[in-house]
Structures are given as structure tokens and as C-alpha cells.
């Protein structure tokens, strides 16, 4: 299970910032300013303004600009304000796209609406960007966000219409490729959310890479981050060769689909790591590609130490290296949390990494028998990892709040009432609307308060 912090609607926004190769990278004030002509800038120009509104969008446009380019750290509280801006705007009236998307992504009532609800209101903000004049990569962005709520649901009957967000996406991202003056970081951000969502649909995937391709090394043929794109794409790829089958079941055919397409991402991912070997991402990818390939676990480690070494709080690597260590694949039980432990007590990591030992505990329950996974939880040395984790983050991160609610959520698994309520408090303390959503709704919760009442 992954947490609250790592499953926000707009994960790409907690960005790095990507160092690339000569000329053939913008440094943080050209990325900064192409952030601002094209939301800022390009409001003045064609937004939908009035002075009911006028300053707190305008003042949280310069927010957004500066939270996209990687400049602003304290990106949490950034985020909680312009969401609220952009709700107050379109509550007083605002009709602009470019707020309206704000509103639908970040805005804190709508984590209240049903789903329904949400899913009329992308699809509406992502049709009137798209009808806008604003720039093909802000229109990408609606699309997708379109595209990822009516899809919250597997089965539905709204394919069509995801079907038909997912294909605007893929066009205005090969137009906003075509704009020389795009930021290759921008570039990488944009494509590697697309290849995410698509990572399902074979025929979708590999439309969405031939339609950038042409023009991502025409524009950038000498940049690491392009050979970056190339290689998540042949990796991404190469699974999708392979398929989900346990290894027993898995054709010869398919096994050579996917060392072959492996092939391809080392080869890009070398060549990117050659034209810049100050990128974390590159490998932070490759790990995954060592993986594939059954690597041995010194090579693997290599890349795991120089994307830690150019990102100490490189909370993906860490995450790709413990899959490597899952028992089915190079490692064991005992391995990964080994390795969850040294995220925890390491005095060089930081940022999410501590919460690696609460993913390695995630993922070990979720393997069990239904029957097992409470004997597990109630395990008091799971219990002391879950806390150790959580508070060594709270140590790393002391401006951040949001991690209270899965912190929370485990202590109820381990039934640990006092600490449960310890954080409860907390997060009501903290002044902000209380998520009772992440505890199935408020009734759910309520009867969750009851029960820890009556002693659990």
C-alpha cells in the first residue's frame, strides 16, 4: 500500500530539479520562466479575469510556476495555497480553464465530492482548456487529469470518453515537443506521468512514444534526459512483452521480447548516463533495469549508490531497490527489511526514505493468507518499525502534516490505540478539514472512534 504522501492526484509536481547536458538543459531561471509565460504570462493574455479574483489567482499562478520549476521547497503549503486560491476564484465565478484545473487538482473541497461529481468536473475544465489558448503542454495536463479520474474506476462504462482524453493528451504532448523553447525537464515530467498511465495498454503506450520520439530528439539529440525518456519507455516496454505471469508461464517468445526491449533501455540509459552523470533519474531507472535482467546484486548496487549520492533523499531508487530485493525476484523477506531498517537509521537519507521500512512491511502482509495478515500486524516488532519510520520522517520533514493520516491508519492495523489517538489529535490540531475519507467516510470513522472508545 502506498501512502497518502505518495498518492496525491498531482504526484509529478513533487519534482527534481534535472541537471542535463550542455546546451542541451535549462538551468532553474529559464525553466522558471518558461513556467511563468506559459501559466502567468499566458492568463494575462487570454485567461478570464476580474477583479473579484484577479489577485490571489495571479499570486498563485506565480506559486504554481515556481513549484513546476522545482524552486520552492516547501511545496506542501505551496500547493495548499493555491488550491484554496483557485477554489475561492471559481466559487466567486472564475470560469478561466487554467484555474478551473487548480481547482479540480488542488483545491481541498472537492476530496469531499463524490465521484461523479469530480469526474463532471475534469471532464468539463479538461474541454474548455482544450478549447483555450493556452499552451498544448498546460491542455496535456487536463487531459490526463481528465483521463485518470473517469478511470478511478476499472469497470465502467466511460472508456470511450477516457479513451478520447488519453488520445488529446497524446497530441498536445507532441505539440508542446515541437516548442523548442519547452525545458527538457518539462519534457521528461510530462512523458514519464504518460507512460505511467498507460503502462497497461500495450497499443497506447507505444502510440504515445512514436508520436514523441520524432520530435524529442529532434529538438534535444544531445541530451541525457531524452535518452532518459527513451530508456522508462523500453523498460515500461519490455513488461509489457513479458506480461504479469508468474516466470513458469512466461513463453519463449515473450522472454525474448523482454530482455530485448531491456537491452534497449540499458543501451539508452547508458548513453544517457554518458552525456550526464549528474541526473539521479538516470539511475534510479536503471535499477529497475538491472532488475530485469537479473543482474547481480553488486551491479545493481552501483546504481543504487550514485543515485543516492546525487539525491540523498532519493525515496524512488530506494523504492526500486527494494522491489529488486522482494523474495521472488534477487533478495528475501529478511533482505528488505534489512534494507527499510538502514533507510530508517541512515544519517545521509532523508526526505520520504524512512517510509521504505513501512512498504517493505506493506508488502510482506499483503502476500499472506487474509487469515495471517493480523497475526502479522499485531506483531510488536512491526509495530516498533512503523513508528520508528514515521517518526524519523516526521524529524526529516517537521513542516509536514499530511503523513499523519497513514500513520494513523497503521496504528489502527497494529492496534495501537494510544498512538492512534496521538495522531488523531494531531491531525485535528493542525486546523485543516479532516480527511475522513481516507477512513472510508465520516460514518466509518466515527465508528472507528467509538470502538477505540470501548478499548479496541
Not at 540523498?312 to 531498517?341: Q, V
Not at 545521509?348 to 502476500?367: F, M
Not at 493480523?374 to 517518526?391: L, M, N, R
Request: hydrophobic share 35%; with cysteine.
Amino acid at each position: 500500500m502506498k501512502t497518502l504522501l505518495q498518492t496525491s492526484t498531482l504526484v509529478w509536481l513533487l519534482v527534481l530539479l534535472v541537471s542535463c547536458s550542455h546546451k542541451q538543459a535549462s538551468v532553474g531561471d529559464e525553466r522558471l520562466k518558461w513556467n511563468q509565460a506559459t501559466t502567468l504570462g499566458d492568463y494575462e493574455k487570454f485567461g478570464v479575469k476580474d477583479a473579484r479574483w484577479d489577485g490571489p489567482v495571479k499570486e498563485a499562478l506565480a506559486s504554481y510556476a515556481k513549484v513546476r520549476s522545482g524552486m520552492d521547497l516547501d511545496q506542501e503549503t505551496k500547493l495548499y495555497l493555491i488550491g484554496s486560491a483557485a477554489e475561492d476564484a471559481v466559487k466567486a465565478g472564475c470560469k478561466d480553464p487554467l484555474v478551473e484545473y487548480l481547482n479540480c487538482s488542488l483545491g481541498l473541497k472537492n476530496s469531499g465530492k463524490t465521484l461523479k461529481e469530480k469526474q463532471d468536473a475534469f471532464s468539463a475544465m479538461a474541454k474548455d482548456m482544450q478549447a483555450s489558448s493556452y499552451s498544448p503542454l498546460r491542455k496535456y495536463y487536463a487531459n490526463v487529469g481528465a483521463a485518470v479520474t473517469l478511470w478511478s474506476q476499472r469497470h465502467t462504462n466511460l472508456w470511450p470518453q477516457v479513451r478520447e482524453f488519453r488520445r488529446d493528451a497524446m497530441i498536445d504532448l507532441a505539440a508542446a515537443l515541437e516548442d523548442k523553447t519547452l525545458p527538457v525537464e518539462e519534457a521528461y515530467h510530462a512523458t514519464h506521468e504518460l507512460f505511467q498511465i498507460l503502462e497497461h495498454n500495450t497499443r497506447e503506450l507505444t502510440n504515445a512514444y512514436d508520436s514523441i520520439e520524432k520530435p524529442l530528439f529532434k529538438n534535444w539529440p544531445k541530451a541525457g534526459t531524452a535518452y532518459l525518456i527513451k530508456g522508462e519507455f523500453y523498460l515500461e516496454y519490455a513488461w509489457r512483452g513479458r506480461g504479469n505471469a508468474n516466470a513458469d508461464r512466461v513463453s519463449d517468445e515473450q522472454w525474448k521480447m523482454f530482455f530485448g526491449r531491456l537491452g534497449e533501455a540499458e543501451t539508452a540509459l547508458n548513453e544517457a548516463w554518458s552525456l550526464n552523470p549528474k541526473d539521479p533519474l538516470i539511475p534510479t531507472v536503471m535499477i529497475g533495469v538491472a532488475e530485469g535482467q537479473q543482474k547481480k546484486r553488486p551491479e545493481m548496487e552501483t546504481w543504487f549508490e550514485r543515485a543516492m549520492q546525487l539525491n540523498t533523499n532519493n525515496y524512488e531508487a530506494c523504492r526500486n531497490k527494494l522491489h529488486y530485493l522482494y523474495p521472488e525476484w534477487n533478495g528475501s523477506r529478511e533482505d528488505m527489511i534489512a534494507f527499510g531498517r538502514e533507510c530508517v537509521t541512515s544519517t545521509k537519507w532523508g526526505g520520504h526514505v524512512p517510509l521504505i521500512l513501512v512498504d517493505a512491511h506493506s508488502k510482506l502482509a499483503s502476500e499472506m493468507a487474509q487469515d495471517d495478515r493480523g497475526q502479522y500486524w499485531s506483531a510488536p516488532e512491526v509495530w516498533t518499525d512503523i513508528k520508528g519510520a514515521y517518526e524519523k520522517f516526521a524529524q526529516l520533514n517537521p513542516d509536514e502534516t499530511r503523513f499523519r493520516y497513514p500513520y494513523a491508519f497503521y496504528a489502527m492495523r497494529c492496534r495501537q490505540w494510544a498512538d492512534f489517538n496521538e495522531q488523531i489529535q494531531l491531525i485535528q490540531k493542525d486546523g485543516a478539514d479532516f480527511n475522513y475519507n481516507y477512513f472510508g467516510g465520516k460514518e466509518e470513522f466515527e465508528k472507528l472512534v467509538a470502538m477505540v472508545k470501548r478499548g479496541g
